[in-house]
C-alpha cells in the first residue's frame, strides 16, 4: 500500500500530519489526521490548589482562553458546592461571549476567507490573509474591527485580551463598571452591522462550493452541545444533549456531573489527540461532531431576533439537519451575530451592575464538573481534589477533541473525492488542509501560513522508490 | 493621538521570554503624555490599527536569533513585505504592512530585541535577562525622549548595541 504523508501540517496550536495510504489502483483508502503534539496539562496541574486551575487551563489556548476559564471556574465552583451570584453568571457570559465573537472573527476572516473569497484552486502564494488584504481591503478592515471588538470587551472586563483572570471560582473578581458596560453597548451597533454584511457576502458566494459543499465532511452523524433549559442556545450553561442523524433527540437532559455517561474516550497509536464517541454507540460507530454546525443542529433556536432569522433562513436553505462540514462558516457566523445580541440583552438587564458577584468557599466536594460550549465545540473540565483542596487528577475534553473522530472521516471523504492517487495537484493539498479547516481547530492557526503551509507529499510506490514528490513551502 | 506606541510581548510563564512584557508593563506604569504602551502576550492584528495612528512605533521581544544579554536595535522597513504567520498572532513587520495596506499609517518603527537564553515553562527570567532589563529600559526611555536618536535614523536596518 502507498502512503501519501502530509507532514507537518501544523504549527504553534498544535502540529499534526495527515496520511493518506493508498491502494494499488492508486485510490485513497484510507486517511488519518494525526495530532503530534502533547499538551499535558491533565498532569502537570495535580498538586496544584484548585482555585489555582482557572487561571492555569486559561494557558490551553491564546484564541479561547475564556472557554478554558468558564469551564474550569464552572467545575471549581462545584468543588466549592457553590452556587454563584446570578450577577457573576451573567458577566461570565458577556466574557465568554467576548470571545466567542474574536474567535469566530479570526477563524473566518484570517483562516478561512482566503479560500472563499479568493478561491480553493487560486495562488497559494496569495491564498492567505495579504491576498485578502489586496484584493478586499475593506473586508480585511472589518475582520480586524470585530475581532477587535471582541477582543476589547475581553480587556474592558478582565484587564487582559490574553489570559484574563477576571474569572475565578465562586464568581469574577470585581463587579462591572457602569462606564465599561456604556463603552461595550456603544461599540456593539458597528459590530452587529459588520457581521451582517459578512453574513450577506457569505450567503451570496455559497452556491460557487456545491461541490466543496458535498464533499467536505458531508455524512450523517450524531450531534453534541449544551442547550438551555428550553432547549435553546447556550453557550454558558446547559446540559448536554444528543441529535441523531435524522434530528431525532437521542439523549437530553444530561447533566454536565454525567457527561462521562455518554463520552467515551478512546485512544489511537498514531494520534495524541484523544478520540471522544457517544459511549452508547461504542467506538467508533459513535462519531458526533459539536461546534456551530452540531449547535444549530441540536438547538430549537438561538433566541435572539436577528440570529433567529438568520437561523430559520439556514435550515430552509439546507436541511433540517445540517450535514456538510463546509457550513461550519455559516454557522459559525450566525453565531457570532447570536453572541453579539445576546451580549447587548445582558448588558442591559438590571442586575448587571451589582456588587455582588462572588461567592466565597473552600472546597466541600472531592469532585467538580464544569461544562461550556467553547467557540469550536463542547468543552469539559472535571477534576478531583485531596482533603486540602490540591488536585489529585483532572479530565478535559478539548473542543477540538470532540471533532477529532469527524475530522479524520471528513479527511478520508475529502481525500477520496479529489486526490489523484498518480498526480498530486496543489488544489488538492489545499482541500485536504480547507476540510479541517472548516472545523476551526485550534490546529487551524497552524494549518494557515502566510503564503505556503509548509507540506512535503511524497508518494511511494510499494517498492520504496519515490514515484512523486511534490514541496510547498 | 500619541506620538510613540511601545509594545512589548512575549509570553511571561515562558522565562526569558517574559522579558519584552515586563518592560511594557514597567512603562505603562509612568503613563507619559504622548506615549502608549501595550504588554502582551503576543502580537494580533487588531494592533495594526495602533501602530497605524502614531508617529513612532518601539517593539520590544526577547529573541532566541540573538546572544544571550546582547541587545539589537532594528529598524523596521514598512516597505519590506513580510512573510508573516497572519493567524491570531503576527510579526512586527506583518503588522506595519498592514498599518500601512489597511490604514493608510507609516510610523517610523524599531525593534529592541534582547537575546535570551532559556524559554522553557518558567516564572522567572535568568539572571543575565533580569539584569538587562533595566538596561533595556533606560535605551527605550531615550527612543522615546529623544527622535533624533540616531538608532531612529539608521540607514542599513540593524544597529547593535552594547550587552547588556
Request: proline share 5%; hydrophobic share 40%; charged share 20%.
Amino acid at each position: 500500500m502507498k502512503t501519501i504523508t502530509i507532514h507537518p501540517v501544523t504549527r504553534i496550536e498544535g502540529h499534526a500530519k495527515i496520511t493518506l495510504h493508498m491502494n494499488k489502483d492508486g485510490q485513497v483508502q484510507d486517511a488519518r489526521f494525526h495530532v503530534t503534539q502533547v499538551r499535558g496539562f491533565e498532569k502537570f496541574c495535580e498538586g496544584r490548589p484548585f482555585y489555582e486551575m482557572p487561571s492555569l487551563m486559561a494557558r490551553i489556548c491564546g484564541i479561547c482562553p475564556v472557554s478554558h476559564l468558564v469551564a474550569s471556574a464552572k467545575a471549581c465552583d462545584a468543588l466549592m458546592s457553590v452556587r454563584i451570584p446570578k450577577t457573576a453568571a451573567k458577566l461570565r457570559y458577556i466574557l465568554h461571549l467576548g470571545q466567542m465573537i474574536q474567535s469566530h472573527a479570526l477563524s473566518f476572516f484570517h483562516l478561512s476567507s482566503p479560500d472563499l473569497l479568493l478561491g480553493m484552486d487560486s495562488d497559494p502564494a496569495l491564498r492567505n490573509i495579504v491576498g485578502v488584504i489586496q484584493a478586499h481591503p475593506e473586508l480585511a478592515k472589518e475582520g480586524i474591527a470585530l475581532r477587535k471588538f471582541g477582543q476589547q470587551v475581553i480587556e474592558w472586563l478582565a484587564m487582559e485580551r490574553i489570559h484574563p483572570q477576571w474569572i475565578v471560582p465562586g464568581g469574577v473578581n470585581r463587579p462591572l463598571a457602569s462606564e465599561d458596560r456604556d463603552r461595550i453597548l456603544s461599540e456593539i451597533p458597528a459590530a452587529r452591522d459588520i457581521t451582517l454584511r459578512t453574513l450577506g457576502l457569505l450567503k451570496s458566494i455559497l452556491d460557487q462550493f456545491e461541490d466543496e459543499a458535498e464533499h467536505f465532511g458531508n455524512f450523517p452523524s450524531l450531534y453534541l452541545g449544551i442547550t438551555d433549559a428550553g432547549g435553546d442556545l447556550d453557550f454558558y450553561d446547559g446540559n448536554l444533549r444528543v441529535m441523531d442523524a435524522d434530528g431525532s433527540i437521542i439523549q437530553d437532559g444530561v447533566a454536565p456531573d454525567k457527561y462521562s455517561d455518554v463520552i467515551g474516550e478512546a485512544v489511537e497509536p498514531w494520534s495524541y489527540l484523544k478520540m471522544p464517541y457517544y459511549k452508547p454507540m461504542g467506538y467508533p460507530e459513535g462519531l458526533y461532531r459539536v461546534g456551530p454546525l452540531a449547535r444549530l443542529n441540536i438547538v430549537n433556536k438561538c433566541g435572539t431576533p436577528l440570529a433567529d432569522k438568520e437561523f430559520q433562513e439556514y435550515h430552509e436553505r439546507f436541511g433540517a439537519v445540517v450535514e456538510s462540514s463546509f457550513f461550519f462558516h455559516y454557522a459559525r457566523l450566525i453565531e457570532a451575530l447570536h453572541s453579539i445580541e445576546k451580549m447587548e440583552m445582558l448588558l442591559n438587564e438590571p442586575d448587571i451592575l451589582s456588587k455582588n458577584v462572588r461567592a466565597h468557599a473552600s472546597a466541600n466536594a472531592e469532585e467538580g464538573v464544569g461544562v461550556a460550549e467553547a467557540p469550536r465545540g463542547t468543552l469539559i473540565h472535571h477534576y478531583k481534589v485531596d482533603e486540602s483542596g490540591a488536585i489529585v487528577w483532572a479530565n478535559l475534553i478539548i473542543a477540538t477533541g470532540n471533532n477529532n473522530l469527524a475530522m479524520n472521516h471528513s479527511i478520508q471523504q475529502v481525500s477520496k473525492h479529489y486526490v489523484d492517487g498518480k498526480n498530486l495537484t496543489e488544489g488538492m493539498l489545499n482541500r485536504v488542509e480547507a476540510v479541517i479547516r472548516a472545523y476551526d481547530p485550534c490546529l487551524s492557526c497552524s494549518t494557515h501560513a502566510i503564503g505556503q503551509m509548509p507540506m512535503r507529499i511524497q508518494l511511494i510506490d510499494t517498492d520504496g522508490s519515490v514515484v512523486d514528490e511534490k514541496y510547498r513551502g | 493621538m500619541a506620538d510613540v506606541l511601545i509594545i512589548g510581548y512575549g509570553n511571561i510563564l515562558r522565562g526569558d521570554d517574559a522579558l519584552g512584557w515586563l518592560v511594557a508593563d514597567s512603562l505603562r506604569k509612568q503613563d507619559r503624555p504622548g506615549v502608549e504602551v501595550i504588554a502582551s502576550h503576543q502580537l494580533t492584528p487588531e494592533m495594526s490599527e495602533l501602530v497605524a495612528g502614531v508617529n513612532r512605533v518601539i517593539f520590544v521581544d526577547a529573541r532566541e536569533d540573538i546572544p544571550p544579554g546582547q541587545i539589537l536595535v532594528e529598524r523596521l522597513d514598512p516597505k519590506v513585505s513580510s512573510d508573516a504567520s497572519f493567524s491570531h498572532q503576527c510579526d512586527p513587520w506583518g503588522l506595519l504592512q498592514n498599518a500601512r495596506v489597511l490604514f493608510g499609517g507609516t510610523p517610523t518603527a524599531l525593534l529592541v530585541g534582547v537575546g535570551g537564553e532559556a524559554f522553557e515553562l518558567s516564572e522567572r527570567m535568568t539572571q543575565q535577562l533580569d539584569q538587562a532589563l533595566t538596561k533595556v529600559l533606560k535605551l527605550v526611555d531615550e527612543l522615546i525622549s529623544d527622535a533624533n536618536h540616531p538608532h531612529w535614523h539608521q540607514n542599513g536596518h540593524k544597529g547593535e548595541t552594547d550587552n547588556a
